[in-house]
């Protein structure tokens, strides 16, 4: 079936326009707009992967600490009755695990060093089944979390900033000290470290401190867990099951607060969907920017061809056809723009884990340092549901950039085009 003549007439203009070596300044700007949207669009889906991707790093680290649901005592005080509330929680079918917890802060000193901590006490036998972390010690410190040995486990961060490994001690200053003659004494506690963890999460990695629940239980005096921590079978229906878990222990009238993983972060999530989207408005005015440089050219192709847009006309062409043909010319730079943008924004993004390794090899820095960022590398998660619409958003301001210059070429009178021939 051949091609409607618009098309055809569209496109060899196009390869014309490059050709024609009285036509050189025109196809170095046309090639220059292509250049401008294939960068927009690669940058926008290298920045977007990249968003995404430390995004997804982050979350992963976080819930590898973190449960994908809390469960905490209304007052702070110790749940009534742990067990009862887990087993009733368990009965939810998305429900895979739960664990009591105990939650504090504190300070640990070793010398002239001191760091303010998070202290949790977890049961070595649970914890293994509401977080990745917990697996991942299960056969190791965790075991040596002994009941009245008061033992703790420190993350690497910490215990690299406090200058302790395995086998030494440190002080545990809890709040609520005691009251003597000398006025309010400061609860101390030596604590012997018997493991460390590395999440990857330098947060965690720098202000947790776990110890077993009975020790906790005695260094905060409290009765029992004040919070249970529970697994689901899947991370992404945290906020559902933690709302139809609220209204079930509102009706039963249990006096919990549950709290879904996405809430005990919520600042966090927030801030990078807001930069997300402002990343997205700022990189598409360089695409729309290039994009409407295809006026300029189309404008100086128009008022080139304007004999060849009278004799289309004389033979018959009508205008919305001779505006088709320049739409068509237009709408190719965009075209081809847009595809060379994916190719690159996908190349990179999908590559990005050696690429900037190699960079910083060559110059001699490290653009993530640890101490600094949430993670130490560069991460990248492209998804179709970014790069679909910067696809067609590209190809939509390529092709209302055209628009008026075709309306223009249509408007051309013949004769007077001819007339100055």
């Known amino acids: 079936m051949p091609l409607p003549y618009e098309i055809v007439i569209g496109w060899r203009y196009t390869r014309a326009g490059r050709a024609a070596r009285r036509n050189g300044f025109i196809s170095f700007i046309s090639a220059v707009s292509m250049l401008g949207i294939a960068l927009g669009v690669a940058a926008l889906i290298i920045v977007l992967s990249v968003m995404n991707g430390f995004q997804k790093e982050v979350r992963d680290r976080m819930l590898g600490v973190l449960a994908h649901v809390e469960l905490l005592s209304a007052d702070g005080t110790a749940l009534a009755d742990w067990q009862a509330l887990a087993a009733r929680v368990q009965q939810h079918p998305r429900v895979r695990a739960s664990a009591p917890f105990i939650a504090e802060q504190g300070?640990?000193?070793?010398?002239?060093?001191?760091?303010?901590?998070?202290?949790?006490?977890?049961?070595?036998?649970?914890?293994?089944?509401?977080?990745?972390?917990?697996?991942?010690?299960?056969?190791?410190?965790?075991?040596?979390?002994?009941?009245?040995?008061?033992?703790v486990v420190l993350g690497a961060a910490l215990a690299r900033q406090l200058g302790v490994g395995v086998g030494d001690a440190v002080t545990l200053i809890v709040p609520g000290g005691q009251v003597s003659p000398a006025g309010v004494v400061p609860r101390l506690r030596q604590l012997a470290v018997v493991g460390l963890f590395d999440s990857g999460h330098y947060e965690y990695d720098a202000t947790l401190a776990l110890v077993h629940l009975q020790d906790a239980q005695r260094l905060f005096r409290v009765e029992g867990p004040t919070g249970l921590r529970v697994r689901l079978d899947d991370l992404h229906?945290?906020?559902?099951?933690?709302?139809?878990?609220?209204?079930?222990?509102?009706?039963?009238?249990?006096?919990?607060?549950?709290?879904?993983?996405?809430?005990?972060?919520?600042?966090?999530?927030?801030?990078?969907?807001?930069?997300?989207?402002?990343?997205?408005?700022?990189?598409?005015?360089?695409?729309?920017?290039?994009?409407?440089?295809?006026?300029?050219?189309?404008?100086?192709?128009?008022?080139?061809?304007?004999?060849?847009?009278?004799?289309?006309?004389?033979?018959?062409?009508?205008?919305?056809?001779?505006?088709?043909?320049?739409?068509?010319?237009?709408?190719?730079?965009?075209?081809?723009?847009?595809?060379?943008?994916?190719?690159?924004?996908?190349?990179?993004?999908l590559h990005i884990d050696t690429l900037v390794p190699a960079l910083e090899r060559l110059l001699g820095v490290a653009f993530l340092p640890q101490d600094i960022y949430l993670i130490s590398r560069m991460p990248s998660d492209p998804q179709a549901g970014d790069v679909v619409p910067i696809a067609l958003m590209a190809l939509a301001l390529a092709f209302a950039a055209t628009l008026y210059p075709s309306w223009r070429a249509s408007r051309v009178d013949p004769a007077e085009a001819l007339r100055h021939e």
């Open 237 to 349: 229906a945290a906020r559902a099951v933690a709302i139809e878990l609220q209204a079930a222990l509102d009706a039963a009238g249990s006096g919990v607060v549950v709290r879904d993983w996405t809430r005990a972060n919520r600042t966090w999530f927030a801030a990078v969907q807001l930069e997300k989207r402002m990343m997205f408005i700022i990189l598409t005015l360089i695409v729309a920017v290039a994009a409407f440089n295809l006026v300029s050219t189309l404008v100086m192709t128009v008022t080139d061809k304007r004999a060849d847009i009278a004799i289309l006309r004389t033979l018959g062409a009508s205008p919305a056809s001779v505006m088709a043909i320049f739409v068509v010319q237009g709408a190719v730079g965009g075209v081809v723009g847009t595809l060379a943008g994916l190719a690159l924004g996908l190349g990179v993004a």
């Open 107 to 151: 300070l640990l000193a070793r010398g002239q060093d001191m760091k303010g901590v998070l202290v949790r006490g977890i049961d070595p036998a649970l914890e293994p089944g509401v977080t990745a972390l917990g697996a991942d010690l299960a056969g190791s410190a965790l075991a040596q979390l002994q009941p009245g040995a008061f033992g």
